[in-house]
């Protein structure tokens, strides 16, 4: 997969994808990253990427033909079709869907805003959808642009071992994830839940399901609703919460 950033820090999100998973991926050739600063694009002595806004206002909107122009040499770049996405908080709420459906594409040009934002007649001819890492406003679209990168980074063939890639299943079942322990056993701050000392491992993995599900119901019970739970699970619950309330 080939991801392009078009952001006045380019460095920026190059530098949240040279460590670890994402490292990792793109020295394995799953993910190659690449930064286009439209100030590079940018006429005259000033090499202006920004100007105040029609109509008054505070702060600058970013000109067209700088960030035309760094899209365009991105999209130039690489024969494959490219995604053009706006991070931006109007955009579409991103979630974990929403990643699987980006990482299907062999391109994806992130488009980072800074200032108040871009000149609306370069989003409605060049970004192909708006997304937002969530209801917040970021200085810039780098952070969410690096979200995107990292959390596409891992659902590449390869990027992950078995180890991880099963806790990145755990999270994608749709619950939110048991909690963890490793030694000591006795702490000051606790011990260990004995199950997980059993060695039994059928009780380990319906005690870890229990504790998914509990806290799921428990911290975010939208989750719950479309999680698909089995009758077995509906009973883990119940077990759940019935010893919450004894
Ligand atoms: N939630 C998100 O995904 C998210 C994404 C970007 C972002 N900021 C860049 C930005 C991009 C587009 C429009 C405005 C702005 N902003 C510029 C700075 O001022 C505030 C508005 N903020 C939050």
């Not at 995604?83 to 040009?109: C, F, N, T």
Request: hydrophobic share 40%.
């Amino acid at each position: 997969m080939r991801i392009d950033v078009i952001s006045l820090f380019p460095e920026f999100v190059a530098q949240c994808a040279a460590f670890g998973v994402v490292g990792r991926a793109g020295e394995r050739g799953l993910l190659s990253l690449h930064g286009w600063n439209p100030r590079d694009y940018a006429e005259g002595n000033y090499r202006r990427v920004d100007e105040r806004p029609f109509g008054g206002g505070p702060g600058m909107v970013m000109l067209i033909e700088p960030l035309r122009a760094a899209i365009r040499a991105a999209r130039a770049a690489d024969p494959a079709p490219a995604r053009v996405v706006y991070m931006s908080p109007q955009g579409v709420r991103l979630d974990q869907a929403k990643v699987r459906e980006l990482a299907a594409h062999e391109r994806l040009i992130l488009l980072c805003g800074r200032y108040e934002g871009v000149d609306e007649r370069l989003i409605q001819a060049e970004v192909d959808e708006d997304v937002s890492i969530g209801d917040y406003v970021l200085s810039g679209g780098e952070l969410a642009a690096a979200v995107i990168v990292d959390a596409v980074a891992r659902l590449q063939d390869g990027a992950l071992n078995d180890a991880e890639s099963a806790v990145q299943d755990s999270f994608e079942d749709g619950l939110l994830d048991c909690p963890h322990y490793t030694r000591p056993v006795e702490h000051e701050l606790g011990g260990v839940p004995a199950v997980l000392m059993s060695g039994n491992h059928a009780h380990i993995a319906r005690w870890r399901r229990q504790q998914s599900l509990g806290r799921t119901w428990q911290r975010r019970p939208d989750l719950l609703d479309e999680a698909g739970l089995s009758k077995a699970d509906r009973k883990l619950l119940e077990a759940y919460r019935a010893e919450l309330a004894a």
